[in-house]
């Protein structure tokens, strides 16, 4: 319906502006200050990256409900990741925070999105362009896997903190003498990481072959 398009154009307007600002804001400063500047990405665009990841989780409401005609499954996996990485790992350990890591982590996530809203917008108005289209579709195969070593790395180096200071480790007393040392969670997440990249993976390869097989783009320039 209009009333829902107009919403899903908004919500992708907002996503675009809060991505956009996050990466202008990280090439300018890395302009400005060189390297001296990605020790405190997380300072500076922290925030609003959090905000961008928290709206992000409307999308899985979206496919739910049925105004957004995308897989469920991989959708979830790829913002649960992000989730999980932002909040649990990186925002929890303020030593994380400083690593360039977390710089390559965030401009991965921003060039993506930026080029993903920006489709989703001009999409929602029925227009679509063909290099956006092709860029939108191609980009992400290659920059994802990369983002996943990223979020990886980001784990890895996370750990001795977790380790050191026992953020979410949890001992229950007697008598149920229970406990989850949370750094084994880490490590296993790892796995899941990585297993589930294999699928989504597959499901990007998939959707690129639906929007930029040869009959789709006649289709869109006619």
């Known amino acids: 319906s209009f009333t829902m398009n107009t919403y899903l154009f908004v919500y992708d307007l907002m996503q675009f502006c809060g991505h956009s600002w996050i990466f202008t804001n990280m090439i300018i400063r890395f302009m400005s200050f060189g390297k001296d500047s990605l020790a405190d990405t997380f300072y500076s665009i922290g925030l609003v990256m959090r905000l961008c990841q928290l709206l992000s989780l409307l999308e899985i409401l979206h496919i739910l409900i049925g105004i957004d005609k995308s897989r469920l499954f991989p959708r979830f996996l790829q913002i649960t990741e992000r989730i999980i990485v932002l909040f649990v790992v990186i925002n929890s350990q303020e030593e994380v925070q400083g690593k360039y890591i977390v710089c390559v982590l965030f401009f991965l996530w921003n060039l ?23 860029l939108n579709f191609s980009l992400r195969i290659p920059l994802y896997p990369l983002s996943v070593l990223a979020k990886a790395f980001a784990i890895c180096v996370s750990l001795p903190y977790f380790e050191s200071f026992g953020t979410y480790s ?30 989504i993976i597959q499901n990007l390869f998939s959707e690129r072959k639906a929007h930029l097989g040869t009959g789709n783009i006649k289709k869109k320039r006619s």
Do not use: Q
């Open 170 to 199: 949890i001992k229950l007393p007697l008598p149920f003498a229970f406990s989850i040392y949370f750094p084994y969670v880490l490590k296993a997440y790892l796995l899941v990481l990585f297993i589930g990249m294999c699928f």
């Open 112 to 134: 993506l999105d930026v080029v993903r809203y920006t489709y989703n917008m001009l999409a929602r108005t029925g227009i679509y362009y063909l290099p956006l289209t092709w």
